[in-house]
């Protein structure tokens, strides 16, 4: 079957680092993307893998091993705002993407 | 630029009761289009794609349907709402034009919040 795992929620405190651990199986793989999501709004796209490697976007980073079937998103230098879900998603290659329900994110003052 | 639109936001319905759900995209052609539903405090759960004018693939058999009867024009429909229809409904669109076979990030539309009491 196809799955994806990653922690129901997470805290941290404001300013800090936080990494957010995705695992995934699928039966092809055309990608690993990490979507943020807050409370009521729809998700929007923070980063793609697609080889292994870290790929950085100014305060986010995310990491992938097909090897492994590992993703992770870092989030540097936390803000309130950074406050949110992180969907971790895996595209098997037809078309279709394979969303994880989702970390929620609390930063702490 | 591209936008992507759906209404209405907010939806509440008797059960048993029809639905419509619409959704258009600008600034791109040929896009992938999907509907999704996100029940409260759950992942996003894919429930049609389309890519092309009347093809319609479904993810999971339910009481809803699909249509896509222009290339910018999705619409999510059900002839009799169940109470485990209620959620939130999200479209997305992504690129349908890929040499590499690369389909690139979805870009999702506001949503629709649907009430069925």
Redesign the interface.
């Known amino acids: 079957g196809q799955n994806?795992d990653q922690p129901t929620e997470m805290t941290a405190t404001e300013g800090a680092i936080v990494q957010i651990n995705c695992t995934y199986q699928t039966s092809g793989f055309?990608?690993l993307?990490w979507y943020q999501q807050h409370a009521?709004?729809?998700?929007?796209?923070l980063s793609?893998n697609?080889l292994d490697g870290l790929e950085e976007k100014g305060r986010f980073s995310s990491f992938l091993s097909r090897s492994k079937g590992y993703s992770y998103l870092l989030l540097k230098e936390l803000q309130m705002k950074d406050s949110a879900s992180y969907?971790c998603?895996a595209?098997p290659?037809t078309?279709?993407?394979?969303?994880?329900?989702?970390t929620r994110l609390k930063v702490l003052a | 630029s591209q936008t992507i639109h759906q209404w209405p936001a907010t939806l509440v319905q008797p059960v048993g009761s029809p639905l419509s759900l619409e959704c258009t995209v600008e600034g791109t052609s040929n896009p992938?289009l999907?509907w999704?539903r996100q029940a409260a405090g759950?992942?996003?759960?894919?429930l049609f794609?389309s890519?092309g004018i009347g093809q319609i693939?479904s993810?999971v058999p339910q009481n809803l349907s699909a249509s896509r009867p222009q290339d910018r024009q999705f619409i999510l429909s059900s002839k009799k709402l169940l109470l485990s229809d209620s959620g939130f409904y999200?479209c997305a669109w992504s690129s349908g034009d890929s040499p590499s076979?690369?389909?690139?990030?979805?870009?999702?539309?506001?949503?629709t919040?649907l009430t069925v009491l």
């Open positions: 994806i055309n990608g993307f009521g709004e729809a998700p929007t796209f793609y697609v969907l998603a595209s290659g078309y279709k993407y394979i969303f994880g329900t989702g | 992938n999907y999704y759950r992942g996003l759960q894919l794609y890519v693939s993810e999200l076979g690369s389909w690139g990030e979805q870009f999702f539309g506001p949503g919040r």
